[in-house]
């Protein structure tokens, strides 16, 4: 496994250098947790045991579906998620998509691995056996879950 | 043959010389590739590629498989010591003797949730963590997560309950199979039928490293895994006519089986099949 990589432009997150850090407290959420549910659930639906139904349909092509920054517990949490099939995809590069979404999220500046399981629900590795419908609840979770340590500076994920 | 026994059984002596293996183990680089290569085969079930350890049908084997290769590596540095299961359904307390000074030593403090006691204590001079989750070094726990979201151990009904089904798993073998014992041991949440449970609680419940990615960093992995091994030991005993599944490839194409491992299948790293380690009775027994 490696690290999520970095999303080269397209999401409307404002650079690092012009959020003053602690001077903003509101969350940017486009979309809502029941606009996250994977594309693969739609491949799945018919064979698949059914995960609990969708509440929202799914995203289209190219739009960000959840976006936030945030001070959590005294930490800079940012995410994006960005559905980044292109219009016209045929149904089997849609799995792909949805098996490497384009989530990321950053916990005071550093990368933090993003996973995402069957029913659309995302994990990270600092909180790897529960999973949250939203980056924001997952990156939240995640902030809980480290307490005082930070996340581990990109160089040093083995994986 | 050798026997694992409950950790609140062991003697004093049992006791420091299966930490003492740990350290060894640690010291010379092998306890580490045993992290790694727990995160290595922790595959998602949304990823195309094949996935042996987690969210499938193969936990059970696979796990029963890389603690017989920990145990090995133990045996090679004392042959005398086996690994010693928690049941965290009678020892659910943090005043537990498992987590007394000369076992594993106890919660986090608080703060920065450090373990300060024991010899997994950062400050003992023997015990560093690190394996690229967080930037610190030293082990931390944090016992039922105290604040905004706590989690309390599972009880014996959890277990009794995931014991009685009689299946072993169901299509799609991954993370939402909302029956058979797998998932209910392996205890995924899973919106609108359960939340998190069983396995996945106690690596909750525990917090620090045991909640991430690198959970083998904490050694109390082990015991807790151990304690999974002999639940699938209870339910076999308790099943004798249901049998590992999937079986066959060509009896049950469900859309995930290509990336699941059936009772003939060899199981990576070590070429395995879930058939070979259906009964361990010729190595260890548990007391």
Redesign the interface.
């Known amino acids: 496994?490696s690290p999520t990589p970095a999303k080269p432009g397209g999401t409307r997150i404002p650079s690092r250098r012009t959020v003053l850090r602690g001077a903003f407290t509101a969350a940017v959420v486009t979309g809502t947790a029941g606009a996250l549910l994977?594309l693969?659930d739609h491949?799945?639906a018919a064979?698949?045991?059914p995960?609990?139904a969708p509440e929202a349909p799914a995203p289209g092509p190219g739009s960000t579906t959840e976006e936030f920054a945030e001070m959590y517990r005294g930490r800079e949490i940012r995410g994006t998620a960005t559905v980044v099939v292109p219009a016209g995809a045929r149904d089997d590069d849609r799995?792909?998509v949805?098996?490497e979404p384009g989530s990321e999220i950053r916990i005071d500046g550093r990368p933090l691995?993003v996973?995402?399981?069957?029913?659309g629900?995302y994990l990270s590795?600092?909180?790897?056996?529960?999973?949250y419908?939203t980056l924001l609840e997952t990156a939240r979770?995640a902030v809980?879950?480290?307490?005082?340590?930070?996340?581990?500076?990109p160089a040093?994920?083995?994986? | 043959m050798y026997t694992r026994k409950n950790q609140r059984d062991l003697t004093r002596t049992e006791k420091r010389r299966l930490v003492d293996a740990i350290l060894k183990l640690k010291r010379s680089g092998r306890y580490d590739d045993f992290v790694v290569m727990h995160r290595e085969y922790y595959v998602m079930d949304t990823e195309r590629r094949p996935r042996p350890a987690h969210m499938t049908s193969s936990f059970f084997p696979w796990h029963r498989q890389y603690l017989l290769e920990f145990e090995k590596a133990l045996q090679r540095v004392d042959a005398g010591v086996s690994v010693p299961y928690w049941d965290w359904t009678q020892d659910d307390r943090p005043t537990s003797s498992l987590w007394a000074e000369d076992f594993l030593g106890g919660n986090g403090r608080q703060g920065d949730r450090r373990v300060t006691t024991g010899a997994f204590a950062y400050e003992a001079g023997n015990w560093s963590v690190g394996r690229g989750v967080t930037d610190e070094h030293y082990l931390t726990r944090n016992f039922g997560r105290p604040g905004r979201d706590p989690v309390s151990l599972p009880t014996k009904n959890d277990v009794a309950r995931a014991l009685k089904d009689p299946v072993y798993d169901t299509e799609p073998w991954n993370s939402v199979c909302t029956e058979g014992f797998r998932n209910r041991i392996e205890g995924w949440g899973i919106r609108g039928v359960r939340t998190v449970g069983l396995h996945n609680r106690v690596h909750q419940w525990v917090g620090g490293p045991m909640a991430g990615a690198a959970s083998p960093e904490d050694p109390v992995f082990w015991l807790h895994h151990s304690y999974i091994d002999l639940l699938w030991d209870r339910w076999r005993k308790a099943h004798p006519k249901s049998a590992y599944l999937p079986g066959r490839k060509p009896a049950s194409p469900g859309p995930d089986r290509d990336y699941v491992f059936g009772l003939d299948d060899a199981m990576p790293p070590w070429s395995v099949t879930p058939r070979k380690l259906l009964d361990h009775g010729k190595t260890y027994r548990y007391a």
Request: aromatic letters at 2%; charged letters at 25%.
């Open positions: 496994m994977p693969l491949e799945r064979a698949a045991r995960a609990p799995v792909m949805a098996a691995h996973m995402r399981r069957a029913d629900t590795d600092v909180r790897h056996y529960e999973s419908p979770a809980d879950e480290l307490g005082a340590a930070g996340l581990a500076h040093a994920h083995r994986m």
